[in-house]
């Protein structure tokens, strides 16, 4: 039996973020603080969890020198990072046409920019979820406006039914989420769509792609998983309150990409040594410092 190729990450950065504006007009929305980290941190943290390593970030070609230059080529973090231009924002399955050469013939994970997860189980909930070399997984959390997402219909047993892109009336109350695993038929099925009425490739008809096939695994988040999206300033405010709330009550960071590689062992004691001393000034900083001393108290 021939052996599951490694995982592929992609991170969806592109578009403009115009329901934002005047914010997003001179820098992208990935960029922008979710209170004390950019937002691009939460979604690469989402990948790490899941033992995903090599990612590819997808952004416009204005913003693309400012997340090279925030991120560098990942090695800080005990990752492989690349860069690719979306032109235009064509559709969140452009995604995988513009990634063809890195994904190849490899499963991959996409998860959207603006998308965070936070909750005690996700971490065993995305490594079960790999390597997903035989269809796609997705997804689905209740929300109270579901006229705004991918919304799934499931039968009586629990199986997904249909999906329809943002009905107008909702057939349930399950939205799908900026996450989802496929195997290596994701860019052939993606290169296969034609554009829908907004002029996008549709994630969804990728979806229904493989739900036709009884190819496509639902996933219900419980009541344990938070999942905040930032397209308006509401949601972002309130997804900034939310980090904000859970920090300052356990002390503890959500989406900490050094923390997470050193506790993961992506990094050395010794490189959160060295990344710890050039963010000392910082309160950031200082948690890496925190850390240290913590594990040290441990010997973990």
């Known amino acids: 039996m021939a052996k599951v190729k490694p995982t592929k990450g992609i991170v969806l950065a592109g578009g403009y973020a115009t329901r934002l504006y005047p914010v997003t007009k001179t820098v992208s929305k990935q960029l922008l603080p979710v209170y004390d980290k950019p937002m691009i941190y939460y979604p690469l943290s989402v990948l790490m969890l899941a033992r995903i390593r090599d990612i590819m970030v997808i952004s416009t070609r204005e913003d693309r020198p400012l997340f090279k230059r925030l ?23 452009q995604a995988f046409i513009i990634a063809k050469d890195f994904i190849r013939d490899h499963p991959c994970c996409l998860i959207l920019g603006d998308n965070l997860l936070y909750g005690d189980s996700l971490s065993g909930i995305l490594q079960r979820s790999i390597p997903h070399d035989h269809g796609a997984k997705i997804f689905a959390y209740w929300v109270n406006d579901p006229e705004r997402y991918g919304v799934v219909l499931f039968g009586d047993d629990g199986k997904p039914k249909d999906i329809i892109e943002k009905p107008e009336t909702p057939i349930s109350n399950w939205a799908v989420t900026g996450l989802y695993f496929y195997d290596h038929q994701v860019y052939e099925i993606a290169s296969s769509l034609k554009p829908s009425d907004r002029g996008e490739y549709e994630i969804t008809d990728v979806n229904r792609t493989y739900l036709e096939k009884g190819l496509l695994e639902v ?19 309130q997804a900034t309150i939310f980090i904000q709330t859970i920090e300052q009550r356990q002390g503890l960071k959500i989406a900490c990409l050094e923390e997470i590689a ?39």
């Open 71 to 93: 991120l560098g080529d990942g090695d800080r973090f005990g990752l492989s990072l690349r860069y690719e231009v979306q032109p235009r924002p064509e559709g969140i399955a």
């Open 219 to 237: 996933e219900r988040f419980g009541r344990g998983i938070a999942w905040l999206d930032t397209g308006t300033p509401e949601s972002l405010a």
């Open 262 to 300: 050193y506790r993961m062992g992506y990094i050395s004691r010794q490189k959160l040594e060295s990344l710890a001393s050039d963010l000392k000034q910082s309160s950031y900083g200082g948690y890496l410092i925190k850390i240290l001393g913590e594990w040290g108290k441990t010997g973990s």
